[in-house]
């Protein structure tokens, strides 16, 4: 079984920036997609940001300009590097991969942003 352990949450004031890390447990082959979605109380999961295998992103137009994703294949960890947050910004964050053989999702990563 595979697990995916997201690191790199906490609270920010307004302004501020983290990074947030996804690792596997365990060597993966042929991811297709990597990606990191959102979900704030109340509101469904939406999807912040993606990167394919070829390294392509996607990005949701309310974090475009602020926010980066990019991976590390030899370590099969994707990184969410988040600048300029806003309290909008406020949710559990969740990386999920895709791979040929089905998907995976971490247990989220709690993200506060202070005004």
């Known amino acids: 079984q595979v697990q995916l352990v997201e690191s790199g949450g906490g609270l920010v004031q307004a302004g501020g920036s983290l990074r947030l890390s996804c690792a596997a447990s365990?060597?993966?082959?042929?991811?297709?997609?990597m990606g990191w979605y959102r979900q704030a109380p109340g509101k469904q999961r939406e999807l912040v940001a993606t990167?394919?295998?070829?390294?392509?992103?996607n990005y949701a137009d309310s974090v475009k300009g602020r926010f980066t994703i990019s991976r590390d294949n030899a370590r099969n960890t994707v990184y969410l590097q988040m600048n300029s947050l806003k309290p909008e910004d406020t949710a559990v964050y969740y990386c999920?991969?895709?791979?040929?053989?089905?998907?995976?999702w971490g247990q989220g990563t709690q993200v506060t942003v202070s005004s």
């Open positions: 999920h991969y895709q791979l040929i053989m089905g998907d995976y």
């Open positions: 990167i394919t295998d070829g390294g392509s992103t």
């Open positions: 365990r060597r993966l082959f042929n991811i297709n997609a």
